[in-house]
């Protein structure tokens, strides 16, 4: 039986908040709307961590731990990460560059990847010792304004890898499952694709700095905690001078700072691969489309099978460093990635 957890719930002025202790998600959802008095049906309300990722699913909500930050936002919306917060942030690293009126009101009205840009200027000469330490008691500011049980930087940041490469999970199955697709084949692809991320934990690695070097289980930083920018998906390295680069290791500002910073798919997830995916699993059923259903041979237990699906090719896509690239927010490039395919999934 599912056990019940507190959580600490707000709105997206973070104005109020409140403690909730629930088993499940719609419960949350329920008891959000009797506590902050909303006029919405729970499925007209999601929630979301500070950090910005979108909790969307029984499944995601379960691996969040006790007193986790949640934000209620209206479907379809999202609240300010605690990235885009930054004026408070900038104050307390800086008071001085804020000092004048007509600076203030320049950081309001810039873009958001300006803000970002001024940030990191100011972030630069800050004490790169505190960077070395580990342990939450040795760096407490560093865990300041968290939500976690975690005990060094380490284990927060797999955290954090974890959450995006679950975003990735459960957001694509999410969205397959609203398409005319063979079910049962649907089902087996998840199950298979979830074993494999649980055998490889989720790649929490990729943001723990501990795991430098380690070719089995690598992480995009070096041993310092140090991420270089990778460059927009269709370059093959960052092409400002200096490149971008980034220490969330150092402070807590630049921890809040790599928020910012996008794990991006090449082949995208959403134009390219899920209908990729989705046409492969139609084409399991009917590979030439008129006819009978082809067969390949599976190399691990030696048997035929109706046309396969290329799991391992689709896990790559969606969660390895193959086609996944961390780049600077001005290197993350929102548009089409057209000379990007995806697929065919097939064997």
Known sequence: MTTTKG????DADRKTRVGIAVK???ELKKK???KFK???SPGQINFQTTDGTMVESEEYFQTLPPQTLLIWVKVGEKAATDAEILYKTIREVNDEYLSAGEKVQEFFTEKMKNKVLKLAEVLKGLDTEKGKLSARADHPEWFEGLNTNSKTKEEYMFRRAQDRIRTYFYKTRDELRNKEIPQNEFRELFIELDAKLKLNKYHGCYF?????GNEDMRSICDSSG????QGRWNK???????????????????RIIFQTWNLDHNK???RAIIPAISEALCLTQNPSGIGKVSECIDDEENIKRDACIDVKSIYNDLFSLQNLKLVHIVCHDKGAHYSAKAGPYLL
């Open 268 to 270: 995208e997830r959403s």
């Open 32 to 34: 959000t709307i009797d």
């Open 24 to 26: 499940n998600f719609e």
């Open 236 to 254: 093959e390295r960052c092409l400002y001078n200096p490149t971008h680069s980034i220490n969330p290791y150092l402070s807590r500002e630049a």
């Open 7 to 10: 959580f600490k719930v707000t």
């Open 226 to 229: 140090t991420f270089q920018c």
């Open 38 to 40: 909303l006029k919405f």
């Open 208 to 212: 723990d700095r501990a795991n430098a």
